[in-house]
């Protein structure tokens, strides 16, 4: 397996990285178990949650599998804070207070003394990124981050970002996490240069397009009964459009025409998409993790990347998988 640079960290990550969503719901422990396990086996080796996910339950979850394996050497784990944690004004946000207290909740979850990547899972417009840089590079300082980052960010914010860790001597940000997949390919037009230019990865959430890509869906209004669009509503409805729809039936068909399963090329594109590090896969089960494996050491062809193009040219979005960021306003589809 070609093992990719996390930025312009030495820190070397699989290609594909496994996301811990859906452990705890709807994901059981002994599943989620056998993913990591899985996993580790076929040589990923980045493991993402956050701390919000499933009310902190995904992070006690993998603390609890990862201690029982004694794997945690091969692990590179990364979690997230920002959202709210508990009902206080400072439970929430990126502010010195809520980060280094989260962050501590964090380690004692996951059972480890150090997370190896946390990220600042949205932005703040009322906290100086200043005071957000300064924690983190507390955290780093102490031993109990390696590397930082951000997710589903502004350009402008990440950039902003960049220059207060160079003038001020602050850790700086190794990877942006945004949603990417060929629904919503905006972060194309400056997201993606950016980090180019400057050296940061990119870890792509939902490459999937949350299963609109594998012809999960036939119509916007009667989603499956196990869905996140149906169990979850809301942003996750949202996703869900005829237009997408109608994309995803089309890429279904293209996938099967070179005899691949519609998640794997959908994985693929991600994977071998300028500045990519590692798209974020979250399987419900390991024989969804099982499916996705063998991407890891595809390539994908100029025919193939090509007749993508056709279906959703670049930097063009159908879908707006942007619809938790709070900034991206433009409609879609």
Same mark, same amino acid.
């Not at 994901?27 to 949650?49: K, V």
């Not at 001597?169 to 400057?198: F, K, M, T, W």
């Not at 990865?201 to 939902?206: E, G, H, V």
């Not at 999937?208 to 009964?225: H, K, S």
């Given at each position: 397996?070609?093992?990719?640079?996390?930025?312009?960290?030495?820190?070397?990550?699989?290609?594909?990285?496994?996301?811990?969503?859906?452990?705890?719901?709807?994901?059981?422990?002994?599943?989620?178990?056998?993913?990591?396990?899985?996993?580790?086996?076929?040589?990923?080796?980045?493991?993402?949650?956050?701390?919000?996910?499933?009310?902190?339950?995904?992070?006690?979850?993998?603390?609890?599998?990862?201690?029982?394996?004694?794997?945690?050497?091969?692990?590179? $784990?990364?979690?997230?804070?920002?959202?709210? +944690?508990? =009902?206080?004004?400072?439970? #929430?946000?990126?502010? %010195?207070?809520? @980060?280094?207290?989260?962050?501590?909740?964090?380690?004692?979850?996951?059972?480890?003394?150090?997370?190896?990547?946390?990220?600042?899972?949205?932005?703040?417009?009322?906290?100086?990124?200043?005071?957000?840089?300064?924690?983190?590079?507390?955290?780093?300082?102490?031993?109990?981050?390696?590397?930082?980052?951000?997710?589903?960010?502004?350009?402008?914010?990440?950039?902003?970002?960049?220059?207060?860790?160079?003038?001020?001597?602050?850790?700086?940000?190794?990877?942006?996490?945004?949603?990417?997949?060929?629904?919503?390919?905006?972060?194309?037009?400056?997201?993606?240069?950016?980090?180019?230019?400057?050296?940061?990865?990119?870890?792509?959430?939902?490459?999937?397009?949350?299963?609109? $890509?594998?012809?999960?869906?036939?119509?916007? +209004?009667? =989603?499956?009964?196990?869905? #996140?669009?149906?169990? %979850?509503?809301? @942003?996750?409805?949202?996703?869900?459009?005829?237009?997408?729809?109608?994309?995803?039936?089309?890429?279904?068909?293209?996938?099967?025409?070179?005899?691949?399963?519609?998640?794997?090329?959908?994985?693929?594109?991600?994977?071998?998409?300028?500045?990519?590090?590692?798209?974020?896969?979250?399987?419900?089960?390991?024989?969804?993790?099982?499916?996705?494996?063998?991407?890891?050491?595809?390539?994908?062809?100029?025919?193939?990347?090509?007749?993508?193009?056709?279906?959703?040219?670049?930097?063009?979005?159908?879908?707006?998988?942007?619809?938790?960021?709070?900034?991206?306003?433009?409609?879609?589809?």
């Amino acid at each position: 397996m070609e093992y990719r640079l996390l930025g312009r960290t030495g820190l070397r990550v699989a290609p594909i990285a496994i996301g811990a969503m859906n452990f705890a719901n709807p994901t059981p422990e002994d599943e989620a178990s056998r993913i990591i396990a899985s996993a580790l086996d076929a040589g990923l080796n980045l493991l993402d949650t956050a701390n919000i996910y499933n009310a902190g339950e995904s992070e006690a979850m993998i603390g609890r599998i990862v201690a029982a394996t004694g794997r945690r050497q091969e692990l590179i $784990l990364a979690t997230k804070a920002h959202y709210p +944690t508990g =009902p206080g004004p400072n439970d #929430r946000g990126n502010s %010195r207070r809520h @980060i280094l207290r989260a962050c501590e909740d964090s380690l004692r979850r996951l059972q480890t003394d150090y997370i190896d990547l946390y990220q600042i899972h949205r932005p703040d417009p009322s906290t100086p990124v200043e005071e957000t840089l300064g924690a983190l590079s507390d955290l780093v300082r102490q031993g109990k981050v390696r590397y930082i980052g951000c997710s589903t960010h502004p350009a402008w914010r990440v950039m902003e970002a960049l220059m207060v860790s160079e003038l001020r001597g602050l850790a700086r940000y190794a990877s942006e996490q945004p949603p990417y997949n060929l629904l919503d390919r905006r972060i194309e037009n400056e997201l993606v240069p950016l980090c180019q230019a400057h050296g940061l990865a990119i870890l792509p959430w939902s490459p999937l397009a949350q299963g609109v $890509l594998i012809g999960r869906y036939r119509d916007a +209004t009667l =989603p499956p009964a196990d869905s #996140r669009a149906a169990l %979850r509503g809301g @942003i996750y409805a949202e996703r869900v459009t005829a237009a997408g729809i109608e994309v995803g039936q089309r890429f279904v068909s293209l996938a099967q025409a070179y005899g691949m399963e519609p998640a794997q090329l959908a994985l693929l594109w991600v994977k071998d998409q300028p500045a990519v590090t590692a798209p974020i896969f979250g399987p419900r089960s390991l024989d969804q993790l099982q499916t996705i494996l063998p991407v890891a050491e595809m390539q994908l062809s100029d025919e193939l990347r090509q007749a993508c193009d056709a279906l959703v040219p670049p930097g063009s979005a159908v879908v707006n998988f942007h619809n938790t960021s709070g900034w991206m306003r433009m409609r879609v589809g």
